[in-house]
């Protein structure tokens, strides 16, 4: 029936109804549900890609943009403290690539576990980590989520199966695939595609750039993933999948405005231009700002006075982390077992630092 | 930084430039150089002419040309700057080795990640592969394993690959193919592969870079069976120790370091080529002979100057060559001062430290006066904050403290 099928697409494209605009509170449109279609079709291998219509809610978009926006503005302050020397060593930022992070959260629970590489001061926000901690591990502070021994690309958190932060990669992706395709695992294998690996670009370093299909016998799904809802609907359709069915892998065609990390300048080996084009047109703080403008679920004031606060937030949290406590020296061989030996290590004069390995 | 500035400021108070131009002139016929070359270039036998004014001291004065001094001015008029040579920072020296070898000799090819188009992480290779091309300067994938195994296969065909490790704990993933493939091909087939491989990258514990990136892999990689192990810690060195390394046929692992990176030295414009199993004295003397290498041959040099402030006479050798152990040139020194000092920046458990402890105590501990003393880093994975990751380092205040105690 043409009239009824006109105002489906009508739904998916216009607004809501001007009844919820008339009383623009967030409360009370905070369960109803938008319907909204992804940036791009999802492309996939072996497998029928989900439908690009999202079902979302205003909760879930403002909570979207104010963790992103939260994402964004750590990102941004670990930079400046990292030109200003609080931070050192390597430090390897995310931003451009947070609609990955909340995407993924938005479709998995807490007891599905997340492991990832060295570019994770995100996705320990996204598990639940807070600011203070990860600023406290950046500076090096004793209340840092790995007690300041750890460091950047060291943060972990156990209580909501966040494995880490790794800071020597290569190679694991095919083998990893390998095993959870043989034993039916439930693996999803998310590969965050920035298009560099490191200084080189991807058509450089791999004979096929399309990382989806390399699974071969694995199904896998290509995912904007500059997009967020894009990302959600991918996420929960690759956990009913994996649940059932073993692995799959998951392209997520992101980008990352810094270099690969903080002592590369990014622009060797991009133009700025490319940089700005894609911060223009695919930012994905501003796509979901467009949509909840969009559906106006909150105005564009709101969501100005939004990144103020979350900018306040993540200044009072860098304020707090740079006044903690530098480690003690005994927690120099604090965990390096379990249950310790009582072996004795000693400093090198043999009498300063004499301590048993707890 | 300021202790490596600070050691920089010893170590070029010993390094005058004359001593550079006596060493240059000096054609060692000593049997330790292995590889002398025809042609332009000549072996340098680095024994030790770095001291304040002692000219014309040790045991092999005789072997060397009567006009050594004279010679000074032959080799100035070379250089048209009143000093002769060129100064340039450690990863020029690096790269200015490698060119030069790269010219010399079209199987030589360098491999790793970023080298080609970035210039390499640590600027080592910048400039090189518009001017050799996109093949033999290779950026490779990030998989060690794979590029380092390919590189053995291209030593096995006939080329002479330089391997780059971006940074030595990424060679983890590699130490399959360095254990199998490097050390043991050569063997496990009778002879007929020889594996002229060059696998170099920087180690060694940094500016807080967390644990996994300040690996000292020279413990861990010490018993390979058929490779052999060399750090270079100044300019000259390096670049004396990458051309050896690139001409040897056996497979040799250049240890760099991170901090090093940007030392700056006066080099002679003259090519050179350093023994790779040669050990170099930083500074004779009498009291006690304190082994290093690599960036903790800087915290010994500011040590060293403390240490004659109060009178003591310090031996700084440093070792250079990790596998197999000069033990021609410490045998000397300990026969001369009977006490041992080891500082090094590996791990106490099973580091180079304590091979070459176990070496010195089998081969001469008649000459020893007190036991051997080894100086090393705390056995726990670097922290990342900053002050607990100088306490597992060996700090100079620390090696002077030893060496009191050493000579009571």
Known sequence: MALSTNRTVNQLLKPLTAAISATRCLSSDSTSIITVESSLPFTSHKIDPPSRAVETSPNELMTFFKDMAE???????????????????????????????????????????????YRDHCIYLARGGGLYESFAELMGRKDGCSKGKGGSMHFYKKESGFYGGHGIVGAQVPLGLNMAALWDLPAILVCENNHYGMGTAEWRAAKSPAYYKRGDYVPGLKVDGMDALAVKQACKFAKEHALKNGPIILEMDTYRYHGHSMSDPGSTYRTRDEISGVRQERDPIERIRKLILAHDVATEKELKDIEKEKRKVVDEAIAKAKESPMPDPSDLFTNVYVKGFGVEVFGPDRKEVRATLP | MAAIIQGIGAATALTSPNSLDIKKSFLSIS????????????????????????????????????????????????????????????????????????????????MGEDVGHYGGSYKVTKGLAPKYGDLRVLDTPIAENSFTGMGIGAAMTGLRPVVEGMNMGFL??????????????????????????????????????GAEHSQRLESYFQSIPGIQMVAC?????????????????????????????NLKERIPDEEYVLNLEEAEMVRPGEHVTILTYSRMRYHVMQAAKTLVNKGYDPEVIDIRSLKPFDLYTIGKSVKKTHRVLIVEEC?????????????????FHDYLDAPIVCLSSQDVPTPYAGTLENWTVVQPPQIVTAVEQLCQ
Do not use: W
């Not at chain 2, 791990?347 to 070496?359: D, P």
């Open chain 1, 71 to 117: 994402m964004r503005r750590m990102e941004i302050a670990a930079d400046s403290l990292y030109k200003a020397k609080l931070i050192r060593g390597f430090c390897h930022l995310y931003d451009g690539q947070e609609a990955v992070a909340v995407g993924m959260e938005a479709a998995i629970t807490k007891k599905d576990c997340i492991i990832t590489a």
């Open chain 2, 233 to 261: 810690s100044t300019p000259y060195n390096a670049k004396g120790l990458m051309k050896a390394a690139i001409r040897s046929d056996n497979p040799v692992i250049l240890f760099e370091h991170v901090l090093l990176y």
């Open chain 2, 347 to 363: 791990m106490r458990t099973g580091g180079i430290g304590a091979s070459l402890t176990a070496a010195i105590t089998e081969n």
């Open chain 2, 172 to 209: 983890l993933l590699a130490f399959n193919q360095i254990s199998n493939n490097c050390g043991m091909l050569h063997y496990t087939s009778g002879g007929q592969f020889k594996i002229p491989i060059v696998i170099r990258g920087p180690g060694g514990v940094g500016r807080q870079l």
């Open chain 2, 31 to 110: 049997p330790r150089s292995l590889s002398v070359r025809k042609g332009s270039s000549f072996v340098v036998s680095s024994d030790g002419r770095l001291s304040y004014g002692l000219n014309g001291r040790g045991g092999r004065a005789e072997h060397f040309i009567t006009n050594a001094v004279a010679a000074k001015e032959d080799t100035a008029a070379a250089s048209t700057s009143s000093k002769p040579g060129h100064e340039l920072l450690l990863f020029e020296a690096l790269r200015e080795g490698l060119e030069e070898e790269m010219d010399r000799d079209p199987t030589v090819c360098v």
